[in-house]
Every structure is written in structure tokens, then in C-alpha cells.
């Protein structure tokens, strides 16, 4: 696999350009970024959470890890992290794990950390554990219009 195919066509309509950056089979997106050779603090993790209404991607700096009591607080809803069973039902082309941070593909509402915001840079988790999207800053941006922004995180070191 290099991009997931419905990641690939959400980001083709709309006319962004990207490129991709292939790396050996990782597990995390901090390992992916150090494999990859991109700084940890451009690279989007994807965190799935389930609450009582559905599921929202949280996504931060991979170098960062998710304050879950500020998010809920934030969301103003109660919040588990989805298991393998629900992000395979909601990104059935994506392997577990490798989850893009673009939920508007996969009809998933999404929220940024704001330390995300003024990246010129961004690299994500294609749908695979050895393919990185990159994309500009500003077209990150664009691919996760409507999101909201909050700050939800911390540096995990």
C-alpha cells in the first residue's frame, strides 16, 4: 500500500498537492517521523476517541501526547479511545494504527491541536505503517477546514 485510496481521492479533489516519503515498517508516528527523517513536531498523530454521539480524530504533534481529561473537557463529551474493531470500521482501508489525521475523507469530524497551527510543514500516517503523506502548512489546513482547534496536548518529553 502507499495511500489509502479514499485518502488519495479526498485529497485529489481538492487539487492539493502532496508528496509521499516511504520509510521502514514503523509502529508509531514518533518512529515513522525519525525513520522518515521529519521533525517529530511536524508530524500529525491521529488519535481515534469514541464518545456517546460517534468518533473524532484528535490529532497532535508526534511528539506530543493528548492531555484525555482537557480534550473531554474541550468536547464537552466523555471520551474512550476507539479499540482496533471500531477504527477498522471506520477506516477499513487504512492499516490499524496508521490512521490519517484527514477525517473529512472517512466522514469523521476532526480536532487540531493548536501547536499544529502554524506549521509550515506538515507529515501524516498515509493509511500504511511505511508511507508519509507531506503536505504545505497551509494545505494541511485546507484538508481539515472545519476542524476545531484547541489546545489538547503536551510535549511527552
Known amino acids: 500500500m502507499t495511500i ?29 517521523a525519525i525513520a522518515a527523517h521529519v521533525p517529530g513536531s511536524i508530524m500529525a498523530k491521529s488519535v481515534v476517541v469514541h464518545h456517546e454521539l460517534g468518533y ?3 490529532v ?3 511528539t506530543h501526547r493528548i492531555e484525555l481529561g482537557t480534550l473531554q473537557d474541550v468536547m464537552d463529551k466523555r471520551l474512550g479511545l476507539a ?12 492499516d490499524t494504527g496508521a490512521i490519517p489525521p484527514i477525517g473529512a475523507a472517512y466522514n469523521v469530524p476532526v480536532i487540531v491541536d493548536e501547536s499544529l497551527g502554524d506549521a509550515t510543514d506538515v507529515y501524516f500516517e498515509g493509511g500504511d505503517h511505511k508511507t508519509l503523506v507531506h503536505v504545505s502548512g497551509k494545505d494541511f489546513r485546507n484538508l481539515t477546514m472545519g476542524a476545531y482547534q484547541a489546545r489538547f496536548s503536551h510535549p511527552a518529553y
Request: charged share 25%.
Open 4 to 32: 489509502a485510496n479514499r485518502l488519495k481521492d479526498f485529497i485529489d479533489s481538492k487539487g492539493i498537492s502532496y508528496d509521499t516519503v516511504a520509510h521502514h515498517r514503523t509502529s508509531t508516528s514518533r518512529q515513522a
Open 83 to 94: 479499540s482496533e474493531d471500531e477504527m477498522v470500521s471506520l477506516f477499513g482501508d487504512c
Open 60 to 62: 497532535v504533534p508526534s
Open 56 to 58: 473524532a480524530v484528535a
